[in-house]
């Protein structure tokens, strides 16, 4: 029997099946990426310590993570490391783990200084490491050197997809004219990627 208009026959049915297996389609569309280290994702282990003003405000560690838990005024949504503990090439730095294994193919960092209005809290180099458990070696995933007195700065890379789950981040000052203004200034640290544990992939509708 011959197939209507708009119905279409057995053969061209086949054919569309063996196309779209030729192409590798299964059913399922690619989840989109997310930004794994959000603070809900993440618990901080250790950093150095802030530039806290007791009576003033105090600084929170997943404030580079996307929180605004700080307390000091004006400056809600990043940290500030302790001045007067270390001039030019003093490292500061943070650790945390994701919750659940995670795959990263980018990575976004960005820092402030006080430019225009002083050359302080300058930025000379970053570290960023990951590693699958705590009893691998830290692998270096971007260290780049950072331009000072740019204000606030945003720099992004690529890296090859692999999964961690525990991270570190170093930074070391640069110089500045006022030495007690010296602890950088982080706004965020942002990777892109997906859980391990949750599904990387969408059930399309049948």
């Known amino acids: 029997m011959e197939s209507s208009g708009n119905i279409p026959s057995e053969h061209n049915i086949m054919v569309q099946f063996a196309l779209l297996a ?14 794994v280290w959000f603070c809900p994702y993440i618990e ?4 150095s310590p802030f530039d806290d003003a007791p009576g003033r405000g105090t600084y929170d560690a997943r404030d580079m993570f996307g929180g605004t838990f700080g307390s000091m005024p004006h400056e809600q949504g990043h940290v500030v490391f302790q001045d007067d503990s270390g001039g030019p090439s003093t490292p500061d730095f943070v650790e945390w783990n994701t919750k659940q294994p995670v795959v990263i193919n980018r990575l976004v960092f960005s820092w402030q200084d006080d430019t225009p209005g002083n050359d302080w809290r300058n930025l000379a180099r970053f570290w960023i490491y ?11 995933l971007w260290q780049e050197n950072t331009p000072s007195r740019v204000g606030r700065c945003t720099l992004e890379k690529k890296i090859a997809a692999h999964q961690y789950q525990f991270f570190r981040a170093e930074f070391m000052r640069s110089a500045a004219t006022n030495i007690t203004a010296v602890g950088p200034r982080i706004c965020s640290l942002e ?13 399309t509708k049948r």
């Open 22 to 35: 030729a192409l590798g389609y299964s059913g399922q569309t690619a989840a989109p990426d997310i930004d």
């Open 44 to 47: 901080v282990t250790n950093h």
């Open 130 to 140: 990951g590693r699958r458990s705590t009893g691998d070696d830290w692998e270096v």
């Open 191 to 203: 990777a892109y990627g997906h859980s391990v544990a949750s599904s990387t992939s969408v059930q």
